[in-house]
């Protein structure tokens, strides 16, 4: 996977961070859930900041933001029916984009 679209995927995943944020702000949201998308938007924040690092040390935060985004669903899930639908989507969509990447990375293909 070349640096660049490395760079435009973790920017992607940056953005679901940013409405998991969003999302997590309005409403009744457990707080082990808050901090959870709390913490994922802080890594992903950084990532995209961390863009010009070489690109193993992309690849070790990539890791790090599947990793995060399986605690932030793993929070979502439990937090279950307490959950605004927006919440729930906007979780999904940036675990789905973080482990659709770490795939990439460990598989070798391009974006």
Avoid: Y
């Amino acid at each position: 996977m070349q640096s660049q679209e490395l760079k435009q995927s973790i920017a992607r995943i940056e953005q679901c961070a940013d409405d998991a944020k969003r999302a997590a702000q309005s409403g009744n949201v457990p707080q082990d859930l808050r901090q959870q998308v709390e913490s994922f938007h802080q890594q992903a924040s950084q990532a995209k900041k961390d863009g010009g690092s070489d690109e193993n040390a992309l690849r070790q935060t990539v890791l790090q933001l599947e990793s995060a985004a399986d605690r932030m669903k793993a929070a979502c899930q439990q937090a279950g029916g307490n959950v605004s639908q927006d919440l729930q989507q906007a979780v999904q969509r940036a675990h789905d984009e973080a482990s659709r990447l770490k795939k990439q990375i460990q598989a070798g293909s391009p974006a």
